[in-house]
């Protein structure tokens, strides 16, 4: 960018109202794959020809005789009758081409560490996990359990599940044993993947004696297999009965495997996200239209180019990492950077040191992780060299306008424009998203991508006018849309699909269009709280409160944080002789507050992070003894209470 394109565009920055518009320079633009935003979008108009076209991309065994089934809506089918395989495509076809040696993955961590992988390394690695994966007797359609790091490990795990047609079930490595334990007995999972600790912070995390404690728990589980992924374990002997090392796993095996023959309809991978009601989602997504949806909306997004060095800071315990970390970047057969720890050890530039070492060229990430960085100042992104970045991407919500700024600015030094991207664990892909030749509007992840449908509507389902906020709704069905619930048909319809007319998806979120078609995400319209970009319901967390003896009844809201988006504040009915602020036990040090911070973070993970715990005499319910949250969050928000006929007499 010149001169004058630069200062223009910090002038608009400086002005603005909320309202303005970024628009790209010429290197974008002449480096842009898609050169005409709105052409393309055009394109996906006939959402069946466009997404065949994308299918072409990949390497189909037998290719599909129908590209959309939807005669028993919602469980729609992509590519019926397609053959596939994602380890084939994402892996195998490279090797036989000039990306052989190119590097695959580029593992670093908060240490400094580092691990590449090329194409045929990795797909060596992969071929011998996949046959000892065979071995331990794991078949198609079995479901494998994962609780690892951000370790190349995961990724050749990962990918030898789905080369010999296993379901893989990553669970993040942050999450309590008790959710590890609920995640793994609900997909009876017979082989858990795990290591011995994760590096955060300039600390090792335990990750095993969570594993351990959950194990006492999980019948169904046969075998352990142990990553010595920090060097914890000298011995065999350290192993119980049924552990093994992942070293010792896969030696002697052969690193040649079959790929299974998966139908595009054939399940991928389970994933678990928080919703409404207690029990976790176990989010199930398919094989065919998935690798579509993953591999065009990478491509479109952030202008995939071979030479690119693109990283994703999602982990793969998430969808951000299965899609965009790990999935898409292979399928275009590109270089995928994944790193393990903190985005401020050893100090806050450790992120923008690995940009301008190894040259990163493409860094998506999320607003809460900019927000947290933004606090040490300009210091650190003047320390080090970020020219090679060309693109930035945001993820998980709604980004606020300073960090839109600071990342524009400072990261991208108003040269990169920053794709904000709107999706979720159930799309499976980007569903809102500009590419890099649009003009963008700081705050607003802009249109639908081509081939993606949406609608704001009121209650009924009727669309609302322009600047009229409403419910966010998918109005067509899209390839990479998660195909049901894990053993759960009856709340996948109940939640996503039965709420608006047929067909119309209900994503949960609240958002408006503006004038020129663009949306604003106004947060979510349910229950669901989201902290550092993470969804925790907020009945998961009542339930954490109850449990625990001093507590009769909870109530939770999402309390604004400017740094994690939202927190947790706790509305508490304790049982009699019981205050937050005295003792928790007769002769006891420990104040009742903080035990059961304790409690709640050893029942959900560092993930709920509590905010403020307020103990009250009453909870607003409505005449049938639900909790009405929505009472709590606007007299919070000191806020009309609104329609109040339902609530109970208290
Ligand atoms: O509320 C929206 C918010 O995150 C939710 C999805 O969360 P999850 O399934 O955990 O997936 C996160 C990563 C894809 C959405 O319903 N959200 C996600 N991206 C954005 C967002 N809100 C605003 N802007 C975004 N770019």
Redesign the pocket.
């Known amino acids: 960018m010149d001169k004058t394109e630069k200062s223009t565009d910090q002038q608009k920055l400086a002005n603005h109202n909320g309202d303005q518009v970024v628009s790209p320079n010429n290197k974008v633009i002449e480096r842009a794959i898609v050169k005409d935003w709105d052409r393309e979008i055009q394109k996906g108009e006939d959402i069946e020809k466009y997404w065949a076209m994308e299918a072409e991309q990949l390497d189909w065994f037998k290719k599909w005789d129908e590209v959309l089934d939807e005669s028993e809506k919602p469980y729609y089918k992509w590519f019926v009758g397609g053959k596939i395989n994602l380890a084939y495509n994402a892996i195998d076809r490279w090797i036989k081409t000039e990306k052989r040696n190119k590097i695959a993955i580029l593992y670093t961590n908060e240490r400094g560490d580092e691990i590449k992988l090329t194409y045929y390394e990795l797909y060596r690695e992969i071929n011998k996990m996949a046959n000892a994966l065979l071995n331990l007797g794991i078949k198609k359609g079995d479901t494998v359990s994962m609780y690892l790091p951000m370790c190349p490990e995961l990724v050749i795990s990962m990918l030898a599940c789905t080369k010999i047609g296993a379901v893989h079930s990553a669970i993040y490595s942050g999450l309590s044993s008790v959710a590890v334990v609920e995640r793994i007995n609900d997909i009876k999972s017979k082989v858990v993947i795990t290591a011995d600790g994760t590096y955060r912070r300039g600390k090792i995390i335990n990750l095993k004696s969570v594993i351990d404690e959950a194990m006492l728990q999980c019948p169904t589980v046969q075998t352990v297999v142990l990553v010595n992924h920090t060097g914890r374990y000298n011995d065999v002997a350290d192993l119980r009965g049924n552990e093994i090392f992942y070293e010792r796993l896969i030696e002697g095996e052969g690193d040649s495997c079959y790929n299974e023959v998966m139908d595009a309809e054939d399940p991928l991978f389970i994933l678990y996200?928080s919703g409404s009601t207690g029990k976790p989602k176990g989010v199930l997504h398919t094989t065919g239209g998935y690798m579509v949806g993953i591999a065009t909306t990478l491509r479109n997004v952030f202008d995939i180019h071979d030479n690119d060095l693109w990283w994703s800071t999602g982990d793969a315990g998430?969808?951000?990492g299965h899609s965009y970390t790990i999935y898409a970047p292979l399928l275009l057969g590109s270089t995928t950077l994944i790193y393990e720890g903190a985005p401020d050890f050893p100090d806050p530039g450790v992120w923008w040191k690995i940009v301008e070492k190894y040259g990163v060229t493409k860094f998506y990430t999320a607003p809460t992780a900019i927000r947290h960085l933004m606090r040490f100042g300009k210091k650190y992104t003047k320390l080090y060299n970020l020219d090679s970045l060309k693109i930035l991407g945001?993820?998980?919500?709604?980004?606020n306008y300073e960090a839109w700024k600071w990342m524009y600015e400072e990261i991208g030094k108003c040269r990169t424009p920053i794709m904000?991207?709107?999706?979720?664990?159930?799309t499976g892909m980007h569903m809102i998203a500009p590419m890099p030749v649009a003009d963008l509007k700081p705050g607003s992840?802009t249109k639908p991508l081509p081939g993606v449908n949406i609608a704001i509507v009121d209650e009924e389902g009727a669309e609302v006018k322009k600047g009229k906020k409403g419910y966010l709704v998918i109005t067509k069905p899209w390839p990479a849309m998660f195909r049901s619930l894990y053993n759960d048909e009856e709340r996948f319809e109940e939640v996503y699909w039965n709420h608006f007319p047929d067909g119309f998806y209900k994503?949960?979120?609240m958002a408006r269009m503006d004038e020129d078609g663009y949306i604003w995400?106004e947060?979510?319209s349910d229950d669901v709280l989201?902290i550092a970009?993470?969804?925790v319901g907020a009945v998961e967390v009542e339930s954490a409160f109850n449990s625990h003896p001093s507590v009769n009844e909870t109530a939770v809201i999402g309390k604004e944080d400017p740094v994690k988006g939202q927190l947790i504040k706790a509305f508490l009915i304790l049982n009699s002789g019981y205050d937050l602020d005295l003792p928790f036990k007769d002769g006891s040090n420990t104040m009742l507050r903080e035990e059961l911070k304790r409690h709640v973070r050893h029942s959900l993970g560092p993930v709920a992070v509590l905010g403020e715990m307020v103990s009250v005499d009453s909870l607003p319910k409505t005449k049938s003894g639900k909790i009405m949250r929505r009472i709590l969050k606007a007299k919070e928000a000191g806020e009309d209470l609104g329609d109040t006929s339902t609530l109970d007499d208290l």
């Open positions: 996200t998430w969808i951000t945001s993820v998980g919500e709604p980004i904000d991207t709107w999706w979720q664990t159930e992840a994503t949960g979120d995400i947060g979510r989201k970009g993470h969804r």
